[in-house]
């Protein structure tokens, strides 16, 4: 037998390229992802006390990026539950405050011109430290058509929004005619200028970027697409097969990480993955700080590091290569340079947002 990974799921090749097969096939329990890789004790009690807080499902094709024999592997840790979860005395549940800034159910405003658009709050697994933890995954904020229908009309009564974000959850894991009806109501309102897609798909499961996708997407141009890739492991053959159909299509691929301890938090490991992203054509766009969100702590990075990390990259790599770093608060994005800190209080961090708004962060050093 070969160590192909699809013999470990007793499938055959084309069925490991088949999206919809390797949907069906997610992993959801400490015994089916034994049959990848052995959980570790902390990893198999933090699936059965966690699991139902946040879901635990994860795709066959990234539990196959997995190093076995290390549980600190950095695709391992974005996905598979760590006992840490449970010791985030500070986390919050919406850091962003995103309730407050839903002018109507599915729709988060926060700049005047443009709004994410939540129309889907499934992804194909669940990254730990997601910052809509509190819906993604969550069956009771499964969008109904009628619910996006009235997003969309809130849209068309809006003339200021010429931006919309769709995102969620993830509007790939959508079947192409239903995403397609989306973008198709989008595009029938005149002020809405561009269409961004917020993915994870093509770094969790590339497959779902089909020739049939990507024609379809074209029909609906200018599209832009931002995906979430942390760490070079995930930038595979799969992968760049996938960002390379979308540029084909004329769709500009972004990337947008965030900043995790002990994933991505170290010069070589950002140098490397925001390099492979330019060789794939893909800009590397943001890096987040990440968010004061419930069981993620053992994730979160002093801001000082982080700044000490995007200046280290200057001049060693390609302007190109290096990311905005910034960090998200419910005024909006704040990029995070020296001069944009206010001051440092203690644990806080101060800084002003675009709109003159003052944010204090708590981020210990
Ligand atoms: S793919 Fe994105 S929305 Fe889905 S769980 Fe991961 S971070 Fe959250």
């Known amino acids: 037998m070969s160590d192909a990974p699809w013999d470990r799921f007793g499938a055959t090749r084309e069925q490991w390229c088949d999206w919809g097969w390797q949907m069906r096939q997610r992993i959801r329990s400490a015994e089916e992802l034994a049959k990848i890789i052995p959980p570790s004790e902390d990893e198999a009690a933090a699936i059965a006390a966690l699991g139902d807080r946040f879901r635990f499902v994860i795709t066959p094709y990234y539990a196959s990026l997995m190093d076995r024999n290390d549980s600190d592997c950095p695709v391992r840790r974005q996905v598979v539950p760590r006992l840490a979860e449970l010791d985030d005395p500070v986390g ?15 729709l988060v405003r926060v700049y005047p011109d443009r709004v994410a658009f939540c129309v889907n709050n499934e992804c194909a697994l669940y990254c730990r430290y997601c910052l809509r933890k509190r819906m993604v995954g969550d069956e009771d904020w499964t969008m109904k058509r009628r ?19 769709l995102t969620g959850g993830d509007p790939l894991v959508f079947a192409d005619d239903r995403l397609e009806w989306l973008l198709r109501e989008l595009r029938a309102i005149p002020h809405v200028e561009i269409i961004r897609l917020g993915t994870r798909l093509p770094v969790t499961l590339p497959f779902r970027i089909t020739d049939d996708l990507v024609r379809m997407l074209e029909r609906y141009h200018p599209i832009w697409l931002n995906t979430h890739f942390n760490h070079p492991r995930e930038l595979t053959p799969e992968a760049a097969e996938a960002c390379d159909r979308l540029t084909r299509a004329g769709i500009p691929v972004g990337n947008q990480s965030v900043l995790l301890a002990g994933i991505n938090d170290d010069i070589a490991t950002m140098k490397a993955l925001c390099e492979g992203l330019v060789r794939l054509r893909v800009r590397p766009y943001y890096c987040y700080q990440a968010q004061l969100l419930e069981g ?5 990075v002093p801001i000082e590091r982080g700044l000490d990390l995007f200046e280290a990259l200057r001049g060693r790599t390609s302007g190109y290569a290096i990311p905005l770093y910034v960090l998200d608060t419910p005024h909006g994005k704040v990029p995070l340079q020296r001069s944009a800190i206010r001051r440092r209080d203690g644990d806080y961090v101060e800084v002003e947002a675009w709109n003159g708004g003052v944010w204090r962060e708590l981020n210990p050093t």
């Not at 919050?92 to 599915?106: C, F, G, Q």
């Not at 993620?296 to 979160?300: G, L, M, N, Q, Y």
Request: cysteine-free.
């Open 92 to 106: 919050l549940a919406d850091p962003l405050d995103e309730v407050a800034h839903s002018p109507v159910k599915n």
């Open 147 to 165: 619910e996006l229908t009235a997003a969309i009309d809130w849209i068309r009564r809006t003339p200021e929004i010429r931006d919309v974000l």
């Open 296 to 300: 993620t702590a053992h994730f979160r």
